[in-house]
Structure formats: structure tokens, C-alpha cells
């Protein structure tokens, strides 16, 4: 009994069991009422499969299984697949389709805008310049148009030129004839450069005064008189040029009014230390005004006896 005791094999001892740990709940569970609904937590523990155990973690949602195609064929599933492939290719082709039709829009508005500024900017092309639209568009046509609206238009050119060129040489020739006027009117007024002054041909009345031939006299009386020449100035232009003749011809028939001797003493003779000259002659031209009056009463004397 003994032998057999001890020949019988040792069992292995059972492991001692885990002690149970203590885990705290996520939300209290609150006793609720008999008939009423569990909270949320708690129905969600209360659904959890028993023995399931909370290791701390988050749980990761489990992701749904593809189902296979069941009852499809393979062709079937091919032309699935390639209408969906289809679909996707249309709509990366709309928004390609999308995008350039934008982007042309921008390019066509730009190109507008830059072109209705340049038509502002641009010069007007003259009235009368033949278009190739006036020719239904016949290039034959518009060319022997054109040529001739450029020789037309080249004439004009020419004959504006040579007015202009004209228009300038009588200005230069009245400029120098009225310097000459100028020139002998101060021998006839000494006071001509002030009472007249620098005329310039720029209106119609001071022109006809510089065109008259004895436009001198005439702005030295308009000088004197400027009541008569504010008068004539306020009338029309072809008023004032006949208002000018009309006093031209009044003056050349007025008869010239001698030069008003000069009321500065004569000039002393210096002495010399000759013997004084005792000839009568009237051909010496330095001879002071004064002693040519006295030999002049002496020979006109002399004649009559």
C-alpha cells in the first residue's frame, strides 16, 4: 500500500488564481426607475459581451467587411467598374472644361479693355478716308481709293504750307516796312516812341494802322487821342480797318504841320582863336539855326533892293 502510494505520480499544483482587479467605471451608473430607460453608458456596458475586459485603450471601431459581388457576373462587374471610371473621368473633364472656359473669359475681358483703351488713345482718322468696308470689301477697289484720298490729302498739305509760308513773309515785309515809318516819324515827332510805342500786326485795328501809308501819322494821332482809339477799337473787325482808312485819308489831306523848332538854347560856338568868318554863304550845314535865319533875311534883303 505503501510502495503503491509512493509509486504513484505527483500531480502538478494548480496555479494560484489572478487576484480580480478592482475597475473604475467611465460614468456613475445611476439607479434609474423601474419602466425607464438606462443611460446611455450604462446600456452600452450592459450591451458589452461578459467577460470583456477595459485595458485602458480606445477601442477601434471595427470597419464593415466589402460584401462581394454577389449574383454579379464578371462581365456585369466590368461594366460597374467601368461606368464609375466613366463617371470620374467626366467630372475631372467638367472642371478641367470649367476652368479654361474661366480662364478665357478673364483673356477675352482683358483683351477687350486693352483694346477699347487704345481706340481712345488712338488719333480719329480724317473725315472722308475711303474704309474697306465702303467697297464691299474689294481690296482693288480700296486701293485706287486710297491712293487717290492720299494725293488729295498731300495737295492740301502742299497748299496749306505754302499760305502759311506766305502768311509769314507779309508779316516779315509789313514788320520791316512799319520800321521804316517808325524811322522817319521820329524826325517828324519827337515824342513818337512814347506817345505810339511798339506795335505788333496781332489784331485787325493795330494791322490796318501798320498798312496804311502814312500808318505813322495815324497811330501818332490815335496816340493823342485815345478816346477816338478806345472807340474804334470796340467795333467790329471790318469796322475798324474802314474806321482806319476813312482817317487815313483824312490826315494825308491835312496839310503837313511843320516840325516845332526845338526849344534848347543853341550851342555855344567855342573860341578858337581865329578871325570870325564874315561869308554869307547858306550851304554850311553846322551853322546854328539862328545865325542861318539871319544871313537868310540878309540875302532875301538883298534881292529885293
Do not use: C
Amino acid at each position: 500500500m505503501t510502495e503503491a502510494v509512493a509509486a504513484q505520480p505527483e500531480l502538478p499544483l494548480a496555479a494560484p488564481a489572478a487576484p480580480k482587479r478592482f475597475i473604475i467605471p467611465d460614468d456613475p451608473v445611476v439607479t434609474a426607475p423601474s419602466g425607464a430607460e438606462k443611460p446611455k453608458a450604462v446600456a452600452e456596458s450592459a450591451g458589452a459581451t461578459p467577460g470583456a475586459q477595459n485595458t485602458g485603450d480606445e477601442a477601434t471601431p471595427a470597419t464593415p467587411e466589402a460584401k462581394p459581388d454577389e449574383g454579379l457576373t464578371p462581365e456585369q462587374v466590368a461594366e460597374r467598374d467601368r461606368k464609375r471610371e466613366g463617371r470620374r473621368i467626366e467630372k475631372k473633364l467638367g472642371k478641367a472644361y470649367r476652368e479654361a472656359a474661366e480662364a478665357k473669359a478673364r483673356a477675352d475681358l482683358a483683351e477687350r479693355q486693352l483694346n477699347e483703351a487704345r481706340q481712345a488713345n488712338a488719333p480719329k482718322a480724317p473725315e472722308g478716308e475711303p474704309k474697306l468696308a465702303d467697297f464691299d470689301y474689294d481690296p482693288e477697289k480700296y486701293a485706287t481709293a486710297k491712293a487717290e484720298y492720299a494725293k488729295t490729302q498731300a495737295a492740301k498739305e502742299l497748299d496749306a504750307k505754302q499760305k502759311q509760308e506766305s502768311v509769314k513773309a507779309e508779316h516779315a515785309k509789313l514788320i520791316s516796312s512799319w520800321e521804316e515809318k517808325v524811322d522817319s516819324a521820329t524826325d517828324k515827332y519827337d515824342d513818337f516812341s512814347t506817345v505810339v510805342g511798339d506795335l505788333q500786326p496781332n489784331t485787325p485795328f493795330v494791322a490796318a494802322v501798320m498798312h496804311a501809308e502814312n500808318g505813322a501819322d495815324v497811330a501818332y494821332h490815335l496816340g493823342k487821342n485815345p478816346k477816338e482809339a478806345e472807340r474804334i477799337a470796340r467795333l467790329q473787325p471790318l469796322l475798324q480797318v474802314f474806321e482806319i482808312g476813312k482817317l487815313a485819308a483824312k490826315l494825308s489831306a491835312e496839310p503837313a504841320k511843320p516840325k516845332a523848332p526845338s526849344k534848347a538854347p543853341a550851342p555855344i560856338t567855342p573860341l578858337t582863336g581865329a578871325a570870325p568868318t564874315t561869308s554869307n554863304s547858306l550851304d554850311d550845314k553846322d551853322l546854328p539855326d539862328a545865325v542861318w535865319m539871319q544871313r537868310r533875311n540878309k540875302s532875301l534883303a538883298a534881292k529885293r533892293r
